[in-house]
């Protein structure tokens, strides 16, 4: 059974960042991509970016390239989203999600998901 495990969530200040990693257990061979979701309250939830485990291939939102940097540690099983520069507007609960078979925006692709952890960019 894959289990996700978030942590790195927290306030900060616009401008300042954070990173988030979700280590990852039970990975099966057909697990091919690691993504990050998130949602703001009354939103709907949002892909922001997602990483192959075997080639490392990257895929971004628009509102978050050039800012946000998804990585892997395929030893350590564990995804990270390096968030810098950040923005009120990025304030969410963000979500790791496992077992899409290729780097994929729609959330319904994925078959595993992490409890979530809240980030709050303050003005």
């Known amino acids: 059974q894959v289990q996700l495990v978030e942590s790195g969530g927290g306030l900060v200040q616009a401008g300042g960042s954070l990173r988030l990693s979700c280590a990852v257990s039970?990975?099966?061979?057909?697990?091919?991509?690691m993504g990050w979701f998130r949602q703001a309250p009354g939103k709907e939830r949002e892909f922001v970016a997602a990483?192959?485990?075997?080639?490392?291939?990257?895929y971004y939102a628009d509102s978050v390239k050039g800012r946000f940097t998804i990585s892997r540690d395929n030893a350590k099983n564990t995804v990270y989203l390096q968030m810098n520069s950040l923005k009120p507007e990025d304030t969410a609960v963000y979500y790791c999600?496992?077992?899409?078979?290729?780097?994929?925006?729609?959330?319904?692709?994925?078959?595993?998901w992490g409890q979530g952890t809240q980030v709050t960019v303050s003005s």
């Open positions: 999600a496992a077992g899409a078979k290729a780097t994929s925006l729609y959330a319904s692709l994925y078959d595993y």
């Open positions: 039970g990975r099966t061979f057909s697990s091919n991509a």
């Open positions: 990483i192959t485990w075997n080639g490392g291939s990257t």
